[in-house]
């Protein structure tokens, strides 16, 4: 039943020029879905590693968690698990002119319009992304672990993430599960914005009850390599925006571009220097850097200090939290905006 809904949806979405790329997203689907098995069935298989046991009995137990303290959908998502053979489910192409930090906006008829387009073949999106680079378009590839059928279908655990760190699994499924509580068709970077604020603080409750001095040492650690990261990023969009904004000559602009971002390059190594040996972010650098780049950090980050000024005003009170963003979600774009830039400007 669910792969003919998912073929019916890909045939109600798609026009002519974008059926092969929504038979690819059926296809991938369908694929996940072939190899789900319950997460129960697998505990109780003695044939299963004890290792996987271990971790799928623990991602049971941050899913329980959840739904009974965050308040987020006690559903059958995250319920199941799937081995899909590859590091990653998706790969994300973003896209940005060659002056302009904004990134190209796709439209679908049940997402609505997003800042990147996924493909479940990295072969895929490699072709994507050089067919809009040949346009002139700055472009970024990214492999995703994990992404929501934002409450349409129930989503797995999957081996991209399994093997993640307890409040790295946390943090991922929270904020997972916080596009089933609240989601804007069209608004990008308000959904995953306010799927941030959700993990960080249901990351923080899961480990005061449940983490080790060590583990909460150690994502107090990482998330100022966040931080950092974040930082060293939205200063330099900041600059681009500027550049990009002004009456300098197209050649100047692009001298200064490559200047910046040459620059975001040196300073991030050298920060690195502080980071006990951290590389987590050498796979994003790894990619000739481009407005693509900035605009992928962009959308997790832009609405994050309205969001969590939000969260602040009811006093880390999650469900009252949760009414307030479905308030704003119901407002027309514009009244939204101004509602969060008295919360918080945009970044």
Same mark, same amino acid.
Request: neutral net charge.
């Given at each position: 039943?669910?792969a003919?809904?998912? #073929?019916?949806?890909?045939?109600?979405?798609g026009g002519?020029?974008?059926?092969s790329?929504?038979?690819?997203s059926?296809?991938?689907?369908?694929?996940?879905?072939?190899r789900?098995?319950?997460?129960?069935? !697998?505990i109780n298989?003695?044939?299963?590693?004890?290792p996987?046991?271990?971790?799928? $009995?623990?991602a049971?137990?941050?899913?329980?968690?959840?739904?009974? $303290?965050l308040?987020?959908p006690?559903?059958p998502?995250?319920? =199941?698990?799937?081995?899909?053979?590859?590091p990653? #489910?998706v790969?994300?192409?973003?896209?940005? &002119?060659?002056?302009s930090?904004?990134?190209?906006?796709?439209?679908f008829?049940?997402a609505?319009?997003?800042?990147?387009?996924?493909y479940?073949?990295e072969?895929? &999106?490699?072709r994507?992304?050089?067919?809009?680079? &040949?346009?002139?378009?700055?472009v970024?590839?990214?492999?995703? %672990? &994990?992404y929501s059928?934002?409450?349409?279908f129930?989503d797995?655990?999957?081996?991209?993430?399994?093997h993640? %760190? $307890?409040p790295?699994?946390?943090?991922?499924l929270?904020h997972?599960?916080a596009?089933q509580v609240?989601?804007v068709?069209?608004?990008? #970077?308000?959904?995953?914005?306010f799927?941030?604020?959700? +993990?960080q603080?249901?990351?923080?409750r899961? !480990?005061?009850?449940?983490?080790s001095?060590? +583990?909460?040492?150690?994502?107090a650690?990482?998330?100022r390599?966040?931080?950092?990261?974040?930082?060293?990023?939205?200063r330099?969009?900041?600059?681009?925006?500027?550049?990009?904004?002004?009456?300098a000559?197209?050649? +100047?602009?692009?001298?200064?571009?490559?200047?910046?971002l040459?620059?975001?390059l040196?300073?991030?190594?050298?920060?690195?220097?502080?980071?006990s040996?951290?590389?987590?972010?050498?796979?994003?650098?790894?990619?000739?850097?481009?407005? =693509?780049?900035?605009?992928?950090v962009a959308?997790y980050?832009q609405?994050v200090? =309205?969001f969590e000024?939000?969260?602040?005003?009811?006093e880390?009170?999650?469900?009252?939290?949760?009414?307030?963003?479905?308030?704003?979600a119901?407002l027309?774009?514009?009244e939204?905006n101004?509602r969060?830039?008295?919360? =918080?400007?945009?970044?």
């Amino acid at each position: 039943m669910r792969a003919v809904i998912a #073929v019916l949806l890909a045939l109600l979405l798609g026009g002519c020029a974008n059926f092969s790329y929504y038979l690819q997203s059926v296809g991938g689907q369908l694929e996940i879905w072939r190899r789900e098995v319950p997460v129960q069935q !697998l505990i109780n298989d003695p044939t299963v590693a004890p290792p996987l046991k271990a971790r799928l $009995e623990r991602a049971l137990r941050i899913r329980d968690y959840a739904s009974r $303290e965050l308040g987020l959908p006690d559903n059958p998502s995250y319920r =199941a698990y799937a081995d899909i053979k590859r590091p990653f #489910v998706v790969w994300n192409v973003f896209a940005a &002119a060659e002056f302009s930090v904004e990134p190209k906006q796709w439209c679908f008829a049940v997402a609505g319009c997003v800042g990147y387009r996924g493909y479940f073949a990295e072969a895929d &999106a490699r072709r994507q992304a050089a067919a809009l680079a &040949a346009e002139g378009y700055d472009v970024y590839v990214g492999g995703v %672990p &994990a992404y929501s059928t934002i409450g349409w279908f129930a989503d797995p655990l999957l081996n991209t993430f399994i093997h993640y %760190p $307890e409040p790295e699994l946390a943090r991922l499924l929270f904020h997972e599960l916080a596009h089933q509580v609240v989601y804007v068709t069209d608004d990008t #970077v308000f959904n995953e914005s306010f799927a941030t604020v959700v +993990e960080q603080a249901g990351v923080a409750r899961w !480990l005061a009850a449940h983490g080790s001095a060590a +583990e909460r040492e150690r994502y107090a650690q990482l998330r100022r390599f966040r931080a950092d990261f974040r930082l060293l990023v939205t200063r330099t969009r900041s600059e681009l925006a500027e550049l990009y904004a002004g009456t300098a000559a197209p050649e +100047e602009k692009r001298r200064r571009k490559a200047e910046l971002l040459a620059a975001l390059l040196t300073q991030y190594r050298e920060r690195k220097g502080d980071w006990s040996g951290f590389s987590g972010y050498d796979r994003w650098f790894a990619q000739p850097l481009g407005n =693509a780049h900035l605009a992928s950090v962009a959308i997790y980050t832009q609405r994050v200090p =309205a969001f969590e000024a939000l969260l602040r005003q009811h006093e880390g009170n999650l469900p009252r939290f949760y009414a307030a963003v479905r308030e704003l979600a119901a407002l027309p774009v514009n009244e939204r905006n101004t509602r969060l830039d008295a919360l =918080a400007p945009l970044l």
